[in-house]
């Protein structure tokens, strides 16, 4: 397994970028692509996590709707084919859609028993050093041949080591342009959410790392000059992003996304789109 971690954020995402446009390139359905096998980028969940490149061209706009389509958890919520129409394209026959990770997250469980964000949060504050705060995303029923939407992500794991919360998120699958921007974005928010929850239980508590591992980490042949303009020219614009406070990640999530809106900065922040 390859390890990348830079001087922060903006470095290990560059050295990843440089990694991968490096990689093997081969044919998969149809694509030329350039891969990097088992590839995990350390970042730093107190530090913004934005790729936004000039030759990228990030919609933050759209990072925070897909980050709120999340939190509804709703799997056959189609209003993200307003604002990114590849979705459209992975809409299974009954209208779900695998890929909106909120409702593996933040969805209703069976049996009584607590959502995924649910456990997280009681594992740790139970026992801070648990190994089990982990949750799954991948599932069976998504594996058949036809499949357009196979779920990228496998598990998201949350740790305490000292007093520093660590999270690893585990892919199959990951594209640095598209997918990894995205995901990054979302999977960061996640981690603010159970560390500000986490905070109120266990006040010493600090921000520890945030590995993102794919077993496939690659980047698609129409992409790869935005890689290389991207490394020529590596100024990435600098964004404010508020903290959520433990009561605003709460009530977005118990409120399916629909949190006050006068809750506090973070809130007004995810809700603003110009």
């Known amino acids: 397994m390859r390890v990348i971690q830079g001087i922060n954020n903006v470095d290990s995402i560059l050295k990843m970028y440089k990694a991968v446009i490096s990689g093997s390139e081969f044919k998969v359905r149809g694509a030329d692509i350039r891969n990097v096998h088992n590839l995990a980028v350390v970042l730093n969940p107190a530090l913004p996590i934005i790729t936004d490149f000039a030759p990228r061209k990030m919609n933050l706009a759209y990072a925070k709707r897909e980050w709120l389509w999340y939190l509804g958890a709703d799997p056959k919520d189609d209003s993200i084919c307003q604002h990114a129409t590849a979705w459209a394209k992975l809409k299974q026959e009954d209208g779900t859609f695998y890929s909106n990770y909120g409702q593996y997250l933040f969805g209703e469980q069976h049996l009584g028993k607590p959502t995924q964000f649910e456990y997280i949060i009681r594992t740790l504050r139970d026992d801070i050093h648990s ?144």
């Open 131 to 274: 190994r089990r705060a982990s949750m799954t995303l991948l599932k069976q029923e998504h594996l058949f041949a036809d499949n357009t939407d196979v779920v990228c992500t496998y598990a998201i794991n949350f740790f305490v080591e000292g007093k520093h919360l660590n999270m690893t998120v585990m892919m199959r699958s990951n594209d640095v342009i598209w997918g990894f921007t995205n995901d990054a974005f979302c999977f960061w928010q996640l981690y603010l959410f159970v560390y500000q929850i986490l905070l109120t239980h266990v006040p010493d508590l600090q921000m520890g790392s945030y590995t993102h591992l794919a077993n496939s980490m690659h980047v698609y042949d129409r992409h790869y000059m935005m890689i290389y303009e991207i490394l020529a020219n590596p100024y990435c614009k600098p964004h404010v992003v508020p903290m959520p406070t433990a009561r605003e990640a709460l009530g977005l999530v118990l409120n399916r996304g629909e949190g006050d809106v006068d809750a506090g900065p973070y809130t007004r922040w995810l809700k603003t789109f110009d």
